[in-house]
Nanobody, 113 residues
Framework: QVQVVESGGGSVQAGESLRLSCAASGIIFSIMEWHRQAPGKQRELVASITSDGATTYADSVKGRFTISRDKAKNAVYLGMSSLKPEDTATYYC?????????WGQGTQVTVSS
């Protein structure tokens, strides 16, 4: 059974940091992505990382967010610093593998000014 589970969300003040985690079981990922969706807005890609470690970032988070992975644990992390109120959203992990693509259930990040 495939499971994708996020954790690490919470409520912080602007300028603070958070670290999100995503663990996938039942599959071996080729690409893992973090997406986010704010109320009333479309879901957007925040960052991605391949199994080889190549990364991409949305312009809005470059220099503030860092995606990393632990291949042994089949996990991916999103380090978020200098958080802004506009980063408030539900953050989703998306796993792409040869078996298929899977979403996690999401974790809420709230940044207050």
């Amino acid at each position: 059974q495939v499971q994708v589970v996020e954790s690490g969300g919470g409520s912080v003040q602007a300028g603070e940091s958070l670290r999100l985690s995503c663990a996938a079981s039942g599959i071996i990922f080729s690409i893992m992505e973090w997406h986010r969706q704010a109320p009333g807005k479309q879901r957007e890609l925040v960052a991605s990382i391949t199994s080889d470690g190549a990364t991409t970032y949305a312009d809005s988070v470059k220099g503030r967010f860092t995606i990393s992975r632990d291949k042994a644990k089949n996990a991916v992390y999103l380090g978020m610093s200098s958080l802004k109120p506009e980063d408030t959203a539900t953050y989703y992990c998306y796993v792409l593998s040869w078996r298929g693509n899977y979403w996690g259930q999401g974790t809420q990040v709230t940044v207050s000014s």
